[in-house]
T-cell receptor, first 110, second 113 residues
Framework: DAKTTQPTSMDCAEGRAANLPCNHS???????VYWYRQIHSQGPQYIIH???NNETNEMASLIITEDRKSSTLILPHATLRDTAVYYCIVTVDSWGKLQFGAGTQVVVTP | DAGVTQSPTHLIKTRGQQVTLRCSPKSGHDTVSWYQQALGQGPQFIFQYYEEEERQRGNFPDRFSGHQFPNYSSELNVNALLLGDSALYLC????????????FGPGTRLTVT
């Protein structure tokens, strides 16, 4: 069972930052937070992951709260191609087994 | 560099039949995982293959079986198909068996009638 809670859906204006929240209040000290996205009719795509420090790559930034009970994925300048379902996943000592929840449907509008 | 490839793209089968789906991992990857994604839901882990052995298994019946070949490619077999097996079947590959950074293929859409 997924150990994360995400909003069902959210809208974002093109060119604006998209901030996607994820609650993982039962996360343990050695569990990572991973983010994937799935564009319609495609397989999921890895975005970013982190343990306790903030992370940034060419796709997004990941902000993890100090108590690690929640995190936010930030898409700095959303484009129409960022419309997708975004999944927040906690690695529950499952040795490479990704446990997807329902995710957040993000729609970027012009 | 080719990514993860899957075949066929679409498949229609009749209840009770058997089906085989195929996956070629990303170059350099030796671990293959299979996921089932029902319409409107997130992918669910079926099993993982590493060194030609099933290393982990999700909550799926024995009707679901697999195989990994020496070149790291993999097959997913489903016997005695049920209507509820209709789904998108995703293959993912990774560098190591305990890696959560996985590369997914486009999937095979299976329809059971």
């Amino acid at each position: 069972d997924a150990k994360t809670t995400q909003p069902t859906s959210m809208d974002c204006a093109e060119g604006r930052a998209a901030n996607l929240p994820c609650n993982h209040s039962t996360i343990s000290g050695n569990e990572y937070v991973y983010w994937y996205r799935q564009i319609h009719s495609q397989g999921p795509q890895y975005i970013i992951h982190g343990l306790k420090n903030n992370e940034t790559n060419e796709m997004a930034s990941l902000i993890i709260t100090e108590d690690r009970k929640s995190s936010t994925l930030i898409l700095p300048h959303a484009t129409l191609r960022d419309t997708a379902v975004y999944y927040c996943i906690v690695t529950v000592d499952s040795w490479g087994k990704l446990q997807f929840g329902a995710g957040t449907q993000v729609v970027v509008t012009p | 560099d080719a990514g993860v490839t899957q075949s066929p793209t679409h498949l229609i089968k009749t209840r009770g039949q058997q089906v085989t789906l195929r996956c070629s991992p990303k170059s350099g990857h030796d671990t293959v995982s299979w996921y089932q994604q029902a319409l409107g839901q997130g992918p669910q882990f079926i099993f993982q293959y590493y060194e030609e052995e099933e290393r982990q298994r999700g909550n799926f019946p024995d009707r679901f079986s697999g195989h990994q070949f020496p070149n790291y490619s993999s097959e997913l077999n489903v016997n005695a198909l049920l209507l509820g097996d209709s789904a998108l079947y995703l293959c993912a590959s990774s560098l190591d068996w305990d890696s959560y950074e996985q590369y997914f293929g486009p999937g095979t859409r299976l329809t059971v009638t």
